[in-house]
C-alpha cells in the first residue's frame, strides 16, 4: 500500500536537501518519528497590541512591525511601533480581499489573501501597490529565508515559491511523530526553522524547513489570563510570530488581542522532568 502524505515527505526532504550546504546539522537528516521538545514561552516583557487588529501576519524589519490584520472589510496592512504598538502607517485592503500572511522580500511587502487566490505586493517604504501575483488554493501564512519563500494554506503542507516571482516550486507535508499536521497558520522563518500557529489552539510549532519534521511544540496557553480569554470571541487565537535577532526573542500576539508578548522558547519543567 502506498502511503501519499510520506512519499510527500520523502520528496520533500530528498529535494531540499540538494541546496544545504554539505556537512549542515539539518542536512544530516533526523527521525520523522522523533517525539518533539514540548517548550513554553518565557516572557520578557508585555507590550500593548492595537486590539483592533485580526492578526494574521506579523515580521520585524529595520526595528519596525508590519503587521497583516484579516476580515472582509476590514483587512488592513499596517507600520506598527514594537515598543508601544502605535500604528505608525495604515492601508486598507479592498473590502472583498480576506487579507492574510505577510512577508518581507527586498524592499518590497507580500500580503496573502485568504480565498481569493491573490497576493499583494507593496513598496514597504510607501505602503504602494507595486503588482499582485496570482495563486490557486487558500493563503495563510508567510515567511520566507534567504533562499525561498515558506506559504500556508491551512493543510498540512507547506509550499516553496520563488521569491522574486513567487511561482511554486515544491510542495512538502509537515509531520508531527509521523504523521501529518494540519491548520498551519502564521510563519515565522529563523535559521534552520520555520516556527508555526496552529490555527483554533495555543501551540506553535518548531519545524525543521529541510524535512517538515516539528522539533518541538511551543504550549502558548499560559499567557492570557481567564479573564482576558474570556473578552475574546471564538476564533480569537494565538496568531502572530516576529522575530527580534538583537535579542533573539520573539514577538508573539493573537487575533484581537490587546497585547503583544516579548518571550524566549525554553525547556518546559514537564519535559526536563522526563
Known amino acids: 500500500m502506498h502511503h501519499p502524505a510520506r512519499f510527500v515527505a520523502l520528496l520533500f526532504v530528498l529535494t531540499v536537501m ?29 507590550r500593548p497590541h ?15 512591525l508590519y503587521e497583516s490584520a484579516g476580515l472582509y472589510a476590514e483587512s488592513t496592512l499596517r507600520q506598527v511601533d514594537p515598543e508601544s504598538g502605535e500604528v505608525l502607517r495604515q492601508i486598507s485592503v479592498p473590502d472583498e480581499y480576506f487579507a492574510e500572511g505577510l512577508e518581507r522580500v527586498g ?7 485568504w480565498k481569493e487566490n491573490t497576493a499583494f505586493v507593496y513598496d514597504i517604504t510607501t505602503f504602494e501597490l507595486l503588482e499582485t501575483y496570482e495563486y490557486e488554493g487558500e493563503g495563510w501564512g508567510l515567511c520566507a529565508d534567504d533562499r525561498f519563500l515558506f506559504m500556508s494554506d491551512g493543510s498540512s503542507f507547506i509550499t516553496l515559491r520563488d521569491p522574486e516571482t513567487f511561482e ?7 509531520t508531527i511523530q509521523g504523521q501529518p499536521v494540519t491548520r498551519i ?13 496552529v490555527y483554533m489552539t495555543d501551540y506553535i510549532l518548531q519545524i525543521n524547513k529541510y524535512n517538515g ?40 500576539t493573537g487575533k484581537h488581542w490587546p497585547k503583544m508578548f516579548e518571550v524566549r522558547f525554553v525547556e518546559s519543567e514537564q519535559s526536563a522532568g522526563q
Open 50 to 64: 492595537d486590539p483592533t487588529a485580526y492578526t494574521q501576519g506579523l515580521l520585524l524589519y529595520d526595528g519596525l
Open 107 to 113: 524592499d518590497r511587502l507580500i500580503q496573502l489573501s
Open 18 to 46: 540538494a541546496v544545504l550546504p554539505a556537512g549542515s546539522a539539518a542536512a544530516q537528516g533526523g527521525n520523522p518519528f522523533v517525539s518533539p521538545a514540548i517548550l513554553v514561552p518565557e516572557v520578557v516583557s508585555v
Open 185 to 197: 497558520n502564521e510563519m515565522e522563518c529563523v535559521g534552520d526553522y520555520i516556527y508555526a500557529n
Open 168 to 174: 511554486l516550486l515544491f510542495n512538502g507535508v509537515v
Open 213 to 252: 519534521v516539528v522539533e518541538g511544540l511551543i504550549d502558548a496557553s499560559g499567557l492570557l489570563t481567564d479573564e482576558e480569554r474570556a473578552s475574546l470571541a471564538n476564533g480569537e487565537v494565538l496568531n502572530g510570530i516576529a522575530y527580534l535577532p538583537e535579542s533573539d526573542t520573539f514577538l508573539i
